[in-house]
């Protein structure tokens, strides 16, 4: 079986490729391509796999995105006040956190203007099984410990901003 093991690099440079139409797309355009994938996934495997395999895919990007675009060096306050400041730069959300226990690194976070999922129409259940892999991938990577993340609160259940629950997977 052929595989494909994705590396940050692969990305290519946007600035180089694109000099007239610059870096940044709408979001429309990326949400066409996140949602059209899971409808050719979920008619091949069904949705729970689909949803399942975007998480996957999520907490790859995730792991990826900590490497290669947060800094790993800061103590762990200083590095969530980093990623809160690079998801804004780079638009994906505005995140907040609510709360946080720095022992048992339970996390309660919200995500404002959600670039997956914000504005969606109600479709009565929780989208952001990417953003909830990529979320885990990010504390994986940073703590070295394998993390579960939870969609509560989602634009797609009615709500004005996604809600996520973080903690350490079996804790
Ligand atoms: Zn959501």
């Known amino acids: 079986m052929k595989t494909y093991d994705f590396k940050w690099s692969d990305l290519?440079?946007?600035?180089?490729?694109?000099?007239?139409?610059g870096t940044e797309a709408p979001v429309a355009i990326y949400?066409?391509?996140?949602?059209?994938l899971k409808d050719v996934l979920s008619r091949q495997l069904g949705l729970e796999k689909t949803c399942e395999l975007l998480a996957r895919a999520g907490e790859l990007a995730g792991r990826e995105f900590c490497?290669?675009?947060?800094?790993?060096r800061l103590p762990l306050a200083a590095f969530i006040a980093d990623f809160?400041?690079?998801?804004?730069?780079?638009?994906?959300?505005?995140?907040r956190v609510e709360s946080a226990d720095m022992q048992t690194l339970h996390f309660t976070v919200t995500v404002a203007e959600d670039l997956d999922c914000s504005g969606l129409p109600v479709l009565g259940g929780a989208v952001c099984n990417y953003d909830e892999g990529f979320i885990a991938g990010i504390f994986k990577e940073f703590t070295g410990r394998d993390f579960t993340v939870r969609e509560?609160?989602?634009?797609?259940m009615g709500d004005r901003t996604c809600r996520f629950d973080i903690r350490p997977s079996g804790g």
């Open 12 to 21: 290519g440079d946007t600035e180089q490729g694109r000099p007239n139409l």
């Open 31 to 36: 949400r066409l391509m996140q949602f059209t």
């Open 67 to 72: 490497r290669n675009v947060l800094n790993t």
């Open 84 to 95: 809160e400041k690079k998801l804004i730069d780079l638009k994906i959300g505005i995140l």
């Open 152 to 156: 509560t609160d989602c634009w797609a």
